[in-house]
């Protein structure tokens, strides 16, 4: 059974980006919009972390009792999970910012409903 984690995670990553989208743009309400960007989010995240993934790899780190050549074609490759703990630093502090705002739009509008939000008057 070679179905493995990597296309498990793709799949996974799949669903959460087509829920996400669904949600950004056929949902009223904006917590969950939110919410939406969110799985989203989490989706592009779990993306890169399935490419970055390798059957039988190590940790990127040389240790001195491991030979060059299996260093080399077992490591794992860093970029992507660099980029996903930087991506979930500025996922954290923008949902804060979407957070903030909705309560702002409660407080000055009475509802969180997306199409009275943006209706002009």
Known sequence: MNMDLQLASFIAAGILAIVGLYGVFFVDNVLKKIIAL?????????????????????????????????????AVYPLPHALVLTNIVIEASMLAIMLAL??????????????IILKED
């Open 38 to 74: 969110s799985a989203l989010g989490n989706g592009v995240n779990l993306t890169l972390i399935a490419i970055g993934y390798k059957t039988g790899g190590i940790v990127p780190i040389k240790m001195p009792s491991l030979e060059f050549t299996v260093f080399a074609t077992k």
């Open 102 to 115: 909705s309560i702002v739009f409660y407080k000055k509008y009475r509802t969180l409903k997306a199409s």
